[in-house]
C-alpha cells in the first residue's frame, strides 16, 4: 500500500477518466458495426458493408492520425482545456449523433466523435507519463492499461443491456454520453501536471510537429517497421469492423445461450434474443481474456526479444483472427477469439517495447508518437477489409438477394428496412426455415473463405517481419 501513495492524486484521477472514457467509446464501438448495417425496423441503420467498413476505417484512422496535431494543441493551450474541450465534443456527438440517419450526415458525426476522442488520447496518456517516475512508470501503466481493459469489457456489456431492454439504439448513446458527462465533475479534480509550454505560434508549432515526423519517416527501416506492424492492426481492428456483423449473419450461438439459461440465467435473459446470444456479447470475449491473462503473457514473453513476441504474436493473431471466420459453431468462435488474443497480448505491447529500443536517445518521444502510424494505416485497410472485401466475399444479404435474382422470386419487402422480414419470405418461397436457408447460403457461397484473405495478411506480415530481423539485427 505504501508504493501506491507515491502516486499523486491527479494519476488515480486521470485513471478514472480514462475508465469512464473507454467504457462510453466502447460501449458504442463494439456494437457499432451492427448498428451500421442492421435492419431499419431493428433500430439500426442499413447501410451497405462498404459504408460500414468505410465510415468505420476513415473514423478510427483519422481518431489516431490526429493526436499528432491534438497533442501539440495540449502542449501549448494547456491539457486541461483541451480535456474540457474533448469532453464537449464527446458529449454533443454521442447526443446528436443517434438523430442522423443518411450515410453523409452519420459519416460526418462519427468523425466529429472521433476528434473528441483525439483530444483525449494524447493528454490522458502524457498525464499518466508525468505523474509517474523511473519507479512507478511499469505499475503505474499497468493500472492505466488496466482501466482501459474494465472499461472496454464493461461498456459493451452496459450498452447491450440498455439496447434490449429498451429496443432501441438511442439508449446506448444517451448513456455513453452520461458515462463522458461525469468527467466533467473529475475535471474539477484534476490538476494540471507541469509541462514545458511552448510559445511559438500555433500555425509554427503544428508545423514542428510535422517536420519532425518527417525527420522520423527519413528513418527507412522505421518506415519499413511501422509498415509491417499495419498487419497486425489491420486484422486487430475485424475484431470490431468484421466479427460482430459475421457473428450475427451466420454463427449459431444457441449453444451459449442454453447454458446461461440453465446455469446463469442473467446473462441468457439480458444478452439475448430468440434464443440466440448477442453477437457483441460473444466478441466481448476478447476483453475478458485479455483481463484475466495479460499479466499471465507479458510475464511469459517478458525476457524475450521483442522481435521474436512480435513474430509469434503476429502468427497467433492470423490464426486466431482467421478461425472466428471459418465456423457457424459458436464454441469454435470462442476458442478462436482466445487464440487471438493470446496473439494480441505477446505482441502488441512490444511494439512499443521495441520503437522505443531502435529509437535514437534525443528522439524517443518522436519515435514514439509515429506509432500512431500503423495503427491509422491499419484502420483504412481495415476498414476496406470488413466493407468491400467482406461484402463480395461473405455478406448474408447480399447472398440471399443473389439467390433471390437467381430464382426470380418476387419479395414485397426493403432489405435494408425489414431484413428479417425479407429473410424469411425468402425461406418461404424456397419451403425451408430461416435457419436452414442460412446454412443453404453457407454451404453454397462459402462466406468463411474469407479466412483465407485474413490469414494472409498476418502471415505476409509475420514472413515479412522475421526477413526483417534477418536483415537489420546486427544494426541494433
Known sequence: MNFFKKFPRTFWVANIIELFERWAWYGLFMLFANYLTGSIDAGALGFSQAQKGLMMGVGVAILYFLPLITGAIADKYGYRIVLLLSFVVYVSAFLMLPHFKSFTGVFAMYIYLAIGSAMFKPVISATIAKTTSDETSSIGFGIFYMMVNVGGFFGPLVALILRNNTGSYYSVFYFSAFMIAINFFMLLLYKEPEREINKDPFAKAIATVFRNVYTALKDYKFVIFLILVAGFWTMFWQLFYTLPVFIAQWVDTSAVYMFFEKYVPFFANNYSSNGQMDAEFITNFDAMFIIIFQIIVSTAVMKWRPLNAMMTGFLVCSAGMALTLMSQNVLFTIVAIFIFAIGEMSSSPKITEYIGRIAPKDKKALYMGCSFIPVCIGSLFG?????????????????????????GFHIVA???EQRDIYFAKVAQQMEITPTELTNFLWDKYQPSSIWTVV??????????????????????
Open 383 to 407: 476498414g476496406f477489409l470488413s466493407g468491400n472485401v467482406y461484402g463480395a466475399m461473405s455478406d448474408k444479404y447480399a447472398f440471399v438477394q443473389k439467390e433471390v435474382a437467381e430464382r
Open 414 to 416: 426493403d432489405i435494408s
Open 455 to 476: 490469414f494472409s495478411i498476418g502471415i505476409v506480415a509475420t514472413i515479412g517481419l522475421f526477413v526483417y530481423d534477418r536483415l537489420f539485427r546486427d544494426e541494433k
